[in-house]
């Protein structure tokens, strides 16, 4: 009989029980009559051990079988009348005791055996538990680097998405900046001239010279902030927090926008809280949803008849956030269409990409903040974004 055969073994290790009880309640009988010895120091204990061996590696039924043949060899060889089955009256209390003596310890041992093999089954279960998650573990880590692996090629694609927003959007405006950059440029010049001829005349006059040096300075300087904030909205780079002043960016996009404005005959006006809470958030890509804001309220007023205003308003709320709007007094939000205009390539412009909404929600929501448009009365449209000022600063 094959030991490795799954079929068969079982069976085999049934067989196996009975005849370990059989050799080992024999092999007691032997050791206990062999040499001779009296009926009152019989061994009794033999044959107890022999139950137990049989019940340990057997189970109950080989226990009990090991326990009816040493309670038939006990009576038959070492209670009177000898070699009989027969026990006188007297000694029928000794094979009682000796029978519930046999049963309690074979039942004791089989129970033993019972629980050790439980404890096995537990102890392999536990084992093979403790496997499966471990590999379950690895593969959850497996799948977390995944993850955030996908997390980063994704935020890299959105900052490589916005920042090609970004240039798009003033490649438009290329015309517009060149006339903003020219302005201070060109008074510049004038200045230099005044101050030139304030000191090539018969008695130079050093003052109006220096004033007029003093305005070419500013000039200058209000020059190289456009240029340098124009600059800034080209960088790529990784996103990096600071302290923000909202109020603040809204002043330069203003600056940089007012030549667009100013060529559709808008007016840009404002109403920003004092005392407004600065926000942690990246500048740069704060900048850009406010630029959209702004162009997308230029772009909606520079062909309607009537007031063109581009009101820019900073509040601060009561649950420590900030609220910046953008209303404009153009033709208002698409009928039926006001829940889409924050989806990607959705756009009503001819030449609009439908990108500019989608990517400032992106933005928004990544400084833990809401975006959303809502129609003006009369006419026209406002978006409104909240950013939070928990644990920051103020500015």
Known sequence: MSMSNPLLWPKARVIWGYGIA???VYTALLISRWPPVRLETAPVSLFLGAIMLSAWFGGLGPGLLATALSSLAFDYYFLPPIYSLVAKPGEIPRLVIFTVSALFVGSLSAAQRSATESLRRARDDLRGTVKELQKTNEALHAESLERKHAEEALRHAQGDLARVSRITTLGELTASLAHEVNQPI???????NTCLRWLTRERPDLEEAREAASRIVKDATRAAEIVSRTRLLFKKGTAQRELVGLNEMVREMIVLLRGEATRHKILIATDLATGLPQVMGDRVLLQQVLMNLMLN????MKDVDGKRELLIKSQQTENEEVILSVSDTGVGLPAQQADQIFKAFFTTKPQGTGMGLSISR???EAHG?????DGN???GASFCFTLSTKNEGHG
């Open 362 to 364: 992106s933005i928004v």
């Open 297 to 300: 309220g230029i772009e909606a």
């Open 377 to 379: 009365s009369p006419r």
């Open 186 to 192: 060109a008074a510049a010049v004038t200045n230099a």
């Open 369 to 373: 903040g809401r975006l959303w448009a």
């Open 22 to 24: 059989l050799l080992s």
